[in-house]
């Protein structure tokens, strides 16, 4: 696990920015969080450097829909605050968990988070994710790149002694 330092601490700001910011755009926030996990400024993010970026919510959202073109498809937006705690929840785990933005995403579904915002969004960032793995039935173990191969070699282990 990685340390929350201060690269961690401005790309997740960053990123809760342009969560922030997506509300303005015309389309629904699950259009907008459909968009970037698939364009080329998370790939950028999901580096992890905030040198290699402008650090610019606007500029970020630009690119995106460059990429994408506009939409006004769909209707539901979610609050500018839940959006920002949720764009920066997700790079606070992809960051200290050094994990994809793509496969945090798959643990906890967006629209889990908008709906516990209100419960979560004052409490610790550990905390939160602590109570997020109980309620999905997971352990830290998750976030083990090596954790499939280890259980693996447990269960065949288990079977040759048995």
Not at 5 to 26: T, W
Not at 43 to 65: F, G, H, Q, V, Y
Not at 134 to 162: C, Q, V
Request: glycine share 4%; hydrophobic share 35%; with cysteine.
């Amino acid at each position: 696990m990685r340390k929350f330092d201060h690269d961690g601490l401005l790309l997740a700001e960053f990123q809760g920015k342009i969560f922030e910011k997506s509300v303005e755009l015309n389309c629904s926030s699950s259009i907008f969080i459909r968009r970037y996990l698939h364009s080329k400024i998370l790939t950028k993010i999901d580096e992890n450097n905030p040198n290699k970026l402008s650090l610019d919510a606007i500029e970020a959202i630009n690119s995106i829909n460059e990429q994408f073109g506009e939409s006004n498809y769909g209707k539901e937006k979610y609050s500018k605050s839940a959006m920002f705690w949720m764009g920066y929840f997700y790079r606070y785990i992809s960051y200290t968990r050094e994990q994809s933005t793509k496969f945090v995403f798959k643990l906890f579904p967006y629209k889990l988070l908008n709906k516990l915002y209100y419960t979560y969004h004052t409490q610790d960032m550990e905390w939160c994710i602590s109570n997020l793995l109980e309620l999905e039935g997971l352990t830290e173990d998750i976030f083990d790149n090596n954790h499939r191969m280890k259980n693996i070699i447990r269960n065949a282990y288990k079977l040759k002694l048995s």
